[in-house]
């Protein structure tokens, strides 16, 4: 190989001879899919990808877009960060996400609200029942630490270099990453106050389905939950599927489930009558 790459032309042809190369982890350009939920046209699928073991990837999506992630090996880790498509200043509040919904606990029916108190994404389905709201995702000295190595180039990638290679995509930077939720890997509260990490491995196949209710930029890191026991870099890989649906209407379930959630779809429809 390192001859090839010496003599520009070869180096050229071998590029061009892999195109139509496909591998597990990557996106599908355009976005196809076999699974589709029922009544979904493949012709509103705006992102098929899967995302690697310790890797990450950005999308911006529309407002009324589903999102649906899958943990196709039991041992996929989505730590999420959302920012406001329009003014990513605003951009997902973990504290009052847990604050304003009196619950720390998130699943079907729950809101991800920012900063501003506006619904970012709601979540339409979970059969995982495994998530976090407390722990936040790794970081270079915590997987240095842990694994030797924790830089973005290494063998063990953390968490907040993956968003910040995420977030430079969209013009933003370090300062623009935030505070994270976890999917697929839980985390929850005993009664004396410690922090019960729910790891796994868990049977592969769950899957989380969200909505966007404003614009939104999504970026997702797959890597190890950071109270993860396990000794080795344990992560396996996730599957992210968009398509485009009905902006929230009025009467919806999740928008009237109760008085706050309301008050925060309100917000959104009030920024979108501007």
Not at 67 to 77: E, F, H, M, Q
Not at 119 to 138: K, N
Not at 174 to 198: C, N, Q, W, Y
Request: charged fraction near 25%; proline fraction near 6%.
């Amino acid at each position: 190989m390192s001859a090839v790459l010496a003599d520009p032309n070869a180096a050229r042809e071998h590029a061009r001879s892999m195109a139509g190369t496909r591998v597990e982890a990557m996106p599908l350009l355009p976005p196809v899919a076999a699974d589709l939920p029922e009544g979904v046209s493949p012709d509103d699928l705006v992102w098929e990808e899967t995302i690697a073991a310790g890797g990450y990837a950005t999308r911006r999506l529309a407002r009324g877009t589903r999102l649906r992630l899958i943990d196709t090996g039991g041992d996929a880790c989505a730590a999420l960060q959302l920012f406001n498509a329009e003014m990513p200043t605003e951009r997902l509040n973990v504290a009052d996400t847990v604050k304003v919904q009196w619950n720390a606990y998130l699943g079907a029916g729950k809101l991800l609200l920012s900063d501003m108190g506006r619904v970012m994404m709601s979540i339409l389905e979970d059969d995982a029942g495994t998530h976090d709201a407390f722990c936040g995702t790794s970081n270079a000295a915590t997987n240095t630490a842990k694994y030797g190595d924790g830089s973005n180039s290494g063998p063990h990638p953390n968490g907040r270099d993956r968003f910040l290679l995420g977030a430079a995509k969209h013009g933003l930077q370090r300062r623009d990453v935030h505070p994270s939720i976890t999917l697929f890997k839980g985390a929850k509260i005993a009664a004396d106050g410690a922090i019960v990490p729910e790891i796994g491995p868990f049977a592969g196949g769950r899957s989380v389905i969200l909505r966007a209710e404003m614009d939104v930029i999504v970026v997702i890191a797959n890597v190890p939950h950071v109270l993860d026991p396990r000794a080795d870099y344990t992560v396996t890989p996730l599957r992210a599927t968009a398509w485009r649906g009905p902006v929230t209407s009025e009467d919806d379930a999740i928008r009237n489930a109760t008085p706050e959630g309301q008050r925060a779809f309100l917000n959104v429809e009030d920024y979108f009558r501007r």
